[in-house]
């Protein structure tokens, strides 16, 4: 595999019993690209990303993280990803700190502290890093579940619809944080269902529906207007 890519499938497919959510997708992403994923509900977005993020396996295909099988190596290559859904994967009796430490430890991470508590700064908690996570709202879960995901530095940033949620403090904190990613040059996967809000800082737009690739494009390309219109905004009666 050529080694410019940080995440490339190949004939991705799943299904659900008689459902097929993917239909066969085959994509690849280089390395510091921030591809915008668009697609409805039930395209196939969020179960594209969750088989990269090693929490789904896929029925048929390959699909690699920097170099590595997702289905022969998981672990390693969940090393390499950060991963945010409608799921934060906290838990609710432990505080901000406590959650961070524990997925720290995950990661094999040492002295991990001061960074915990700087992405504590970062994401607006610091004063809140005593509190349960069961008395946090939901746009604060969704705070702390984006200082989760930065916590061990990952070179593959995967993001569904993560602006669910979110509060207009929490939407500018998200917004500086994929800035600085990008700029860092990580490599970021966002997918959405609002075309202005995914386009943002995207350099990569592309479309999925009925589980298949339908759009792929640069994201300043004017026609992504026009196949956004066609499969999502006009799409929901096709």
């Not at 097929?20 to 915008?36: I, Q, S, Y």
């Not at 992405?119 to 005593?130: E, H, I, K, N």
């Not at 009925?210 to 219109?229: C, E, L, N």
Request: hydrophobic content about 40%; glycine content about 8%; overall charge positive.
């Amino acid at each position: 595999m050529p080694d410019t890519f940080a995440l490339e499938s190949e004939d991705i497919r799943k299904t659900f019993g008689h459902f097929t959510a993917l239909a066969g997708v085959t994509l690849g992403v280089k390395r510091g690209e921030f591809l915008a994923l668009f697609g409805r509900n039930g395209a196939g977005k969020t179960t594209f990303l969750k088989i990269a993020a090693t929490l789904v396996r896929q029925s048929q295909g390959k699909l690699r993280v920097e170099g590595i099988d997702t289905r022969e190596e998981p672990e390693r290559a969940r090393r390499h990803i950060g991963f945010l859904s409608h799921n934060t994967y906290l838990y609710r009796d432990l505080n901000p700190v406590e959650n961070l430490r524990f997925f720290s430890r995950l990661y094999g991470m040492p002295d991990s502290e001061e960074r915990i508590l700087a992405l504590l700064d970062r994401v607006g908690l610091r004063r809140r890093a005593s509190d349960p996570v069961r008395a946090f709202s939901r746009g604060l879960h969704q705070r702390l579940g984006i200082a989760r995901v930065m916590l061990h530095d990952p070179s593959v940033i995967l993001l569904d619809e993560p602006y669910t949620g979110l509060d207009a403090n929490a939407v500018e904190i998200l917004n500086q944080i994929l800035d600085q990613a990008a700029s860092a040059g990580k490599t970021i996967i966002l997918t959405s269902h609002d075309l202005e809000q995914g386009l943002r800082a995207a350099t990569r737009a592309a479309i999925i529906d009925r589980g298949k690739i339908v759009f792929d494009s640069g994201a300043k390309d004017p026609a992504i207007r026009d196949a956004y219109a066609a499969y999502i905004r006009l799409g929901v009666g096709r």
